[in-house]
């Protein structure tokens, strides 16, 4: 059984990309692993001010929901991130998070898998490549984790127009194959 952690970076409620989460964090369940469903929706996130306080201490100076959110991902086997591509790139509320992740680059971690889930109102296939390549970022940070998969929803726009889609039976899919 692995521990997984699926982060839905969206803030609109019932959002494509949240869909997908929910469908990748139920595969997973069934799969019988231990799974937490973390949405940014609702959450306080301050930008971080580049401060690197976090380096010395090991912490953040803001008190916000981003601790929390870290100490699961640190002990994590597996982090989902789930997130609308908004002008060809990740949303803004990821970035900021993996930002004030910063925090996590000094201690250990369990994580290793990393999984991708996408969304965006256009569909080709270049759409998702710099979200891909943000996370990236923030995965060569951490030499034991790689990004073992990435899928794109393509050609969706308004709230939950993802339903019947054959992505959420993927996503769910991948969850499972974890």
């Known amino acids: 059984m ?3 952690v699926v982060i839905s970076t969206s803030l609109r409620p019932g959002s494509n990309s949240h869909s997908l989460a929910e469908q990748f964090a139920q595969g ?4 019988g692993h231990e799974v937490k469903l973390i949405e940014l929706r609702g959450k306080e996130i301050k930008f971080c001010i580049g401060c690197l306080s976090c380096q010395k201490t ?3 100076v803001f008190n916000d929901d981003v601790p929390a959110i ?3 991902v640190l002990n994590a086997d597996v982090v989902c ?6 002008y060809y790139e990740m949303s803004g509320q990821m970035k900021t998070l993996i930002d004030r992740m910063n925090a996590m680059y000094p201690k250990d971690y369990h994580f290793r898998d990393i999984y991708l889930l996408t969304t965006a109102a256009e569909g080709e296939a270049h759409v998702p490549e710099r979200a891909q390549s943000g996370l990236q970022g923030w995965i060569d940070c951490y030499e034991r984790a790689a990004l073992k998969a990435h899928l794109f929803c393509g050609g969706v726009g308004a709230p939950r127009e993802i339903e019947g889609n054959t992505k959420l039976q993927e996503a769910f899919e991948l969850g499972k194959s974890i």
């Open 28 to 31: 997973a369940k069934a799969a």
């Open 70 to 72: 870290m100490e699961s």
């Open 81 to 86: 991130w789930a997130t609308p591509i908004y």
């Open 2 to 4: 692995k521990k997984v």
């Open 58 to 60: 090991g912490k953040c």
